[in-house]
Nanobody, 123 residues
Framework: QVQLGQSGGGSVQAGGSLRLSCTAS??????VGWFRQAPGEEREGVGY????????YYDDSVRGRFTISQDRAKNTMYLQMTRLKPEDSAMYYC??????????????????WGQGTRVTVSS
């Protein structure tokens, strides 16, 4: 079965940390992006990784606080979030693309999406 399964998330106080996981089944991905959507807001890109060489890029809002990594043996991607802020509260999604064409923030370049996981940061 082809799917992206997410886990992790939850509630934490400002300044805390959380780790999200995204496990790919039946997908040979080239690029994995992380997105988030706060209530009433559009979904926005958080960052992405080219999984062939582990290169990463982050949105300015999370650079230095969030880290994307992967465990190739488990075919799992991680979004480690530190120094969380209330404005980081959102549904977080991972997305996978089987090619590296197109702008990473363009949701249309990703063929597969995780189900989403909620992150709530209280002040």
């Amino acid at each position: 079965q082809v799917q992206l399964g997410q886990s992790g998330g939850g509630s934490v106080q400002a300044g805390g940390s959380l780790r999200l996981s995204c496990t790919a089944s039946g997908i040979t991905h080239i690029r994995v992006g992380w997105f988030r959507q706060a209530p009433g807001e559009e979904r926005e890109g958080v960052g992405y990784m080219y999984t062939e060489n582990d290169s990463t890029y982050y949105d300015d809002s999370v650079r230095g606080r969030f880290t994307i990594s992967q465990d190739r043996a488990k075919n799992t991607m991680y979004l480690q979030m530190t120094r969380l802020k209330p404005e980081d509260s959102a549904m977080y999604y991972c997305a996978a693309s089987t090619n590296n064409e197109g702008w990473w923030r363009d949701e249309g370049v990703y063929e597969y999406w995780g189900q989403g996981t909620r992150v709530t940061v209280s002040s």
